[in-house]
């Protein structure tokens, strides 16, 4: 069972940018798809951008593209949200996440880091 850590969240005013990453525990990391998810208070949680396998196939949310990029490096079991351009409403709790098969920009992923605040202040 992988084990998944998040960092590099934080406060960050409107316009400014934060690099999340998400380490895996073990060298089986590359044969996982690598989610990006976020979960607001009270509301579910949804997935923003996923990468394939290889770093081949990537996804976005519509209100992600542009501003948001996901990227893996397999030979150090990470995978990267760099988040540009934040607004306030992308404030909430990100997770990272793994699954072993199937598309990638569905439900489900089996295993899920802790989570990492982000704060955009206006």
């Known amino acids: 069972q992988v084990q998944l850590v998040e960092s590099g969240g934080g406060l960050v005013q409107a316009g400014g940018s934060l690099r999340l990453s998400c380490t895996a525990s073990?060298?089986?990391?590359?044969?996982?798809?690598m989610g990006w998810f976020r979960q607001a208070p009270g509301k579910e949680r949804e997935l923003i951008a996923a990468?394939?396998?290889?770093?081949?196939?990537?996804y976005y949310r519509d209100f992600v593209k542009g501003r948001f990029t996901v990227s893996r490096d397999n030979a150090k079991n990470t995978v990267i949200l760099q988040m540009n351009s934040l607004k306030p409403e992308d404030t909430t709790v990100y997770y990272c996440?793994?699954?072993?098969?199937?598309?990638?920009?569905?439900?489900?992923?089996?295993?899920w880091g802790q989570g990492t605040q982000v704060t955009v202040s206006s």
């Open positions: 073990d060298d089986t990391f590359s044969r996982y798809a």
């Open positions: 990468i394939s396998w290889t770093g081949g196939g990537t």
């Open positions: 996440a793994a699954k072993s098969r199937g598309r990638i920009n569905i439900l489900p992923y089996e295993y």
